[in-house]
């Protein structure tokens, strides 16, 4: 069974940093792309960022693509999302999800394993 639990959420004024953290359990982690997705209020789901099994390969949605950052340590179990500059459009529930092979891709459809969301509340 594959749990994911993403911390580092919370409020936070225009312009600061945060950083999501998304660490999971069981075995096999670094065979699996990953991916962050967020929720704003009253809005699609929407995909942010993925990252390769190996880390290799990244992919930044182009409405943060200046601002966020992905990454993972296959040692700690653990997929990164480093969010600068932030604007209160940032505002959403953010979401880590485990793909289905060893890369990304940007529908919902690809992922399997979902953590619970944390977050993020941006004021201006």
């Known amino acids: 069974q594959v749990q994911l639990v993403e911390t580092g959420g919370g409020l936070a004024q225009a312009g600061d940093s945060l950083r999501l953290s998304c660490a999971a359990s069981g075995r096999f982690f670094d065979v699996y792309g990953m991916g962050w997705f967020r929720r704003a209020p009253g809005k699609e789901r929407e995909f942010v960022a993925g990252i390769s099994r190996s880390g290799g390969s990244t992919y930044i949605t182009d409405s943060v693509k200046d601002r966020f950052t992905i990454s993972r340590d296959n040692v700690k179990n653990t997929v990164y999302l480093q969010m600068n500059s932030l604007k209160p459009e940032d505002t959403a529930v953010y979401f880590c999800?485990?793909?289905?092979?060893?890369?990304?891709?940007?529908?919902?459809?690809?992922?399997?394993?979902w953590g619970q969301g944390t977050q993020v509340t941006v004021s201006s």
């Open positions: 999800a485990r793909s289905r092979n060893l890369d990304y891709g940007s529908s919902w459809l690809g992922y399997d394993y």
